[in-house]
């Protein structure tokens, strides 16, 4: 599959505080992008489909206004925790579809800890 | 219900020998996909094999195997010749439908430990 970036791969920050992930596709170009969230010792959730140019799809339970998700390019999509609390704390992944049947390929994931 | 089940928690295996790990799944769409990924320790989701509910073979990738039966609604996974590379968790999942637009559900995992 294609390269996906996420940066930063790991982040630490007071609860309270926003925090910032980016997923950057690196050789193609990526009208739809994934967020997955993944706690400890559980399978991956979809949080919300990011769309190029038009707001994000969430699902159900996942708070629009605490999770902005913006994808202002085709080859960016980035996350952004508002007011992050330790509850927060998780390994958040971006994932676009590719290929033969739509696989879909994930980035490298950011993992947060919220103190 | 479940849409993917793994009822395998844990699975150890002897280096070299192989080793199956189970998904079962529930649809009612006659058309969807079935996936494997491996994330070791780093968290990394790695794509190993692609199952389309149409396809007339067993899908392989290597030392990846699935095992589909479709009647039992099954997609197990086999790796032969193990290397301790391989230990790391195993989630099987399913899309459903044609096209890129809905969600792929994941099972809980399988962890696999390799043994020397």
């Known amino acids: 599959g294609a390269v996906v970036s996420q940066h930063p791969s790991r982040v630490i920050c007071k609860s309270g505080t926003s925090v910032k992930i980016e997923c950057r596709s690196l050789d193609f170009q990526a009208t739809t992008m994934f967020w997955y969230r993944q706690f400890p010792k559980q399978s991956l959730m979809l949080m919300a489909t990011s769309n190029e140019g038009s707001k994000a799809t969430y699902e159900q339970g996942v708070e629009k206004d605490k999770f902005l998700i913006n994808h202002a390019s085709l080859t960016l999509s980035t996350l952004t925790v508002t007011s992050a609390h330790p509850e927060d704390s998780s390994f958040y992944i971006c994932?676009?579809?590719w290929g033969v049947g739509e696989t879909q390929y994930f980035g490298p994931g950011t993992r947060l800890l919220v103190l | 219900a479940q849409k993917i089940t793994q009822t395998q928690p844990g699975m150890f295996v002897q280096e070299k020998e192989a080793v199956t790990l189970d998904c079962t799944y529930d649809?009612?769409?006659?058309?969807?996909?079935l996936f494997w990924y491996k994330q070791p320790s780093s968290g990394e989701m790695i794509f190993l094999i692609y199952q389309g509910s149409y396809d007339q073979q067993n899908a392989t990738e290597g030392r990846y195997s699935l095992n589909f039966q479709k009647a039992r609604k099954s997609a197990n996974l086999v790796i032969s010749a193990s290397q301790l590379g391989d230990s790391a968790m195993y989630f099987c999942?399913?899309?459903?439908?044609?096209?890129?637009?809905?969600?792929?559900?994941f099972g809980t995992g399988t962890r696999l430990t390799v043994i020397p």
């Open positions: 649809t009612s769409d006659p058309s969807y996909g």
């Open positions: 994932s676009y579809r």
């Open positions: 999942a399913m899309r459903e439908g044609q096209g890129g637009a809905n969600n792929l559900f």
